[in-house]
């Protein structure tokens, strides 16, 4: 089965998010962490600056817990770079132990289910799990050079600047992860790279579906349904294809891509890129689910899986999202951490 | 039902939400904005004429030319230009702005990677197609006027 339920030993123990300039100014601008006043941090390359936007993000989450980097058993993560630089780099700079992941777009709930896989079979103690993007090196990477006078369709969507960290730990906290669904890769023959998420919206649906049914639950009780960076049109999308399988998904659905940007930026569908749904995880859902406004969230990151070689040679974008479902638990108290080193010393 | 008719459906599908770039609109301001980028080659071109009477049609032609590169390079290098493109589309891409643009961001962007491997590797990876196209075409054409 593709859903694990998991035995109630792994909860989020906290979560920092760095977004650019750009996303600060939007609507979630009073949620994240820190804003970015300069998006190159100093750094001579965009490449550089995603790395130290990583590396700070895992440093920061570490120490907002309360942990020593010694305390981090794992570092679980991933970004949209050719060969995963950017979290390979980091690792190397944070002498962790480093899985690798990628699943595009998806990588944060990838990343967040194998950590809480990890905890939850008692195979060790605190685990990171981040992701990050950058604008200006997805672009490079991906399109065309920064200052090529291009036009982008209706259909495009913007990558964001920005990544989230959350650790994952056995310490009780407010946040528990209840239970984790690998998504299959589904296909549906979509080609325009310009238009991920009508090629992302049938792996979402399918990861939802199969989530919903093996965790003998309705959409009803959820208190929000997040997608990672359908953009508006996957959203839309999504929800004529959950219709169509006969789920109504209600007013507690939203998209990370969609809620990052105002309406009035120049982002045609949204936001998108791994950074997003990890950024938009670990500050407004982490504040709502500490607050105790959300009780169920179920996350589903979505990727799309294409390289820009597969593209030009007219393969189709295969898509994936994996979706992870959180519960708040009131009980739990916020010294966990405190107590939990009291009875180490003792 | 199979998959290939699943994804024409699919495909049919979202063709149908996908929003429409509005015709009139962008035709209206690449008109303006290639409509003043040819002014102002036209008024250098005047200008050049006036102030150096003895040369030739041509050679005012190239110095015009030269300019409006130049510019279009300086206005790539601060990052203006592709405010202008992405606002006025076709009407910057079409007149040798354009081209110049489609040489000088990839050397801008590509720096980092050194002068061989970055600059003189990357530097035609937009304006290549259109040299390898335009020269192409223009063997097709010397045969047939040769025939003619």
């Not at chain 1, 962790?96 to 595009?104: E, H, N, Q, T």
């Not at chain 1, 006969?246 to 507690?252: E, L, R, S, T, Y």
């Not at chain 1, 659905?253 to 309406?263: E, N």
């Not at chain 2, 035609?124 to 335009?134: D, E, H, S």
Request: proline share 3%.
């Amino acid at each position: 089965m593709q859903t694990i339920k998991l035995k109630k030993k792994a909860y989020l123990l906290e979560g920092y998010s760095i977004v650019g300039p750009l996303e600060g100014k939007g609507p979630l601008k009073d949620y994240f962490d820190y804003i970015l006043k300069d998006d190159t941090l100093k750094e001579s390359s965009f490449e550089k600056s995603e790395r130290k936007l990583l590396q700070d993000i895992v440093i920061e989450a570490i120490n907002k817990s309360g942990l020593k980097i010694s305390d981090i058993d794992f570092f679980f993560g991933g970004d949209l770079l050719n060969q995963i630089v950017s979290s390979s780099y980091t690792a190397r700079e944070l002498n962790l132990p480093f899985i690798g992941l990628y699943s595009a777009c998806a990588t944060m709930a990838e990343a967040l289910a194998l950590s809480a896989l990890f905890i939850d079979c008692g195979l060790c103690n605190n685990v990171v799990a981040a992701t990050c993007t950058h604008f200006s090196s997805a672009e490079r990477q991906y399109r065309f050079p920064l200052e090529f006078a291009n036009q982008r369709p209706p259909t495009a969507q913007w990558t964001i600047t920005g990544g989230g960290a959350s650790i994952i730990s056995n310490i009780k906290s407010k946040i528990r992860i209840n239970a984790v669904t690998f998504g299959k890769v589904i296909d549906y023959g979509i080609s325009d790279i310009n238009n991920m998420g009508a090629a992302m919206a049938p792996a979402a649906c399918d990861t939802i579906k199969a989530h919903l049914s093996n965790m003998k639950k309705k959409v009803s009780d959820y208190d929000l349904i997040l997608t990672g960076d359908l953009g508006k049109l996957g959203s839309e999308i999504l929800i004529d294809l959950m219709e169509h399988e006969k789920i109504i998904m209600g007013k507690n659905y939203a998209d990370c891509g969609c809620m990052i940007f105002d309406k009035t930026m120049r982002v045609f569908m949204g936001g998108s890129g791994a950074g997003c749904s990890a950024s938009v995880l670990n500050s407004y859902v982490l504040y709502k689910m500490k607050k105790g406004d959300f009780k169920r969230v179920l996350l589903v990151s979505t990727g799309a899986l294409m390289s820009t070689t597969t593209s030009q040679q007219g393969e189709t974008i295969p898509g994936i999202a994996h979706a992870v479902e959180l519960v708040y638990e009131p009980e739990n108290t916020k010294n966990s951490v405190a107590k939990s080193k009291q009875k180490k010393d003792v | 039902m199979d998959k290939n008719k699943r994804n024409q459906n699919y495909n049919l599908y979202v063709e149908s939400k996908v929003p429409k770039t509005k015709a009139w609109p962008s035709l209206f301001k690449a008109f303006l904005v290639g409509g003043i980028i040819c002014a102002i080659g036209q008024g250098l071109f005047d200008l050049y004429s006036y102030l150096f009477p003895n040369l030739a049609e041509s050679e005012v032609t190239t110095c015009m030319l030269m300019t409006i590169i130049f510019i279009t390079c300086l206005l790539t290098g601060i990052g203006i230009y592709d405010v202008v493109g992405a606002w006025g589309g076709a009407g910057s891409v079409i007149p040798i702005t354009g081209f110049s643009n489609s040489i000088s961001s990839p050397a801008v962007e590509f720096k980092k990677e050194g002068i061989i491997y970055g600059i003189c590797v990357k530097m035609f990876t937009i304006a290549g197609p259109v040299i390898v196209c335009g020269v192409v075409g223009s063997i097709v054409c010397g045969f047939v006027g040769l025939f003619i």
